[in-house]
C-alpha cells in the first residue's frame, strides 16, 4: 500500500515549482511597466540648454555676466559671458565653470548651489537650481 501521508517538505516541494512560474508570470507584465516608465521619465527629463537653461542664465546671470550695465557696456565679471553655449562653456578667466555630466564638480553648480550667485536680485528657485544640475547631469548638450 502506499502511503497518502505527505511530509511538509513534500507539500513545498510540489508547489514550489507552480507557485513560482504562477510568481514569474505576474512579475514579467509589472516589471515591463516600470522599466517603461523608467523609459518615459527620463525622456522627460531632458533638458534643453536653449529652451530651458538659457532662459534661467539671462534671466538671473546675464546682467553680470554678459548683459549691458547702466551705460550700455557689456560686462563680463571675472571675464564669464553667460550670453551664450559657447561662451559659457569656455569659462571664465579661472578656466571652465561647466563639467559636462558632472554636477558636483562644476564651479557653475557649486556657485548656485550654495547661494552665491546671483549676488544681486533673486537666488534661483528650486526648480531652476533642478534645471542646470539635470543639464549639467546629462551632458551639459547643446540642444
Known amino acids: ?9 513534500e507539500v513545498v516541494g510540489a508547489l514550489a515549482v507552480p507557485l513560482g512560474l504562477m ?8 516589471s515591463l511597466v516600470a522599466q517603461g516608465e523608467a523609459q518615459s ?3 522627460e527629463a531632458d533638458v534643453s540648454f536653449t529652451e530651458d537653461v538659457a532662459p534661467i542664465l539671462e534671466g538671473k546671470c546675464v546682467i553680470c ?5 547702466e551705460n550700455g557696456a557689456i560686462t563680463k565679471e571675472l571675464e ?3 550670453t551664450s553655449y559657447d561662451a559659457l562653456m569656455v569659462g571664465s578667466e579661472f578656466g ?3 563639467e559636462p555630466g558632472n554636477a558636483e564638480d562644476s564651479v557653475l ?3 548656485i548651489e550654495v547661494g552665491d550667485m546671483p549676488q544681486e ?7 531652476e537650481l533642478e534645471v542646470i544640475k539635470t543639464w549639467i547631469a546629462e551632458g551639459a548638450q547643446n540642444n
Do not use: C, K
Not at 1 to 9: D, G, N, V
Open 1 to 9: 500500500m502506499i502511503s497518502m501521508i505527505w511530509t511538509r517538505f
Open 23 to 30: 510568481l514569474a508570470q505576474i512579475n514579467l507584465p509589472l
Open 41 to 43: 521619465s527620463h525622456t
Open 65 to 69: 555676466h554678459g548683459g549691458p550695465d
Open 80 to 82: 564669464l559671458d553667460l
Open 96 to 98: 571652465p565653470i561647466v
Open 109 to 111: 553648480w557649486m556657485m
Open 121 to 127: 536680485g533673486e537666488p534661483l528657485t528650486t526648480e
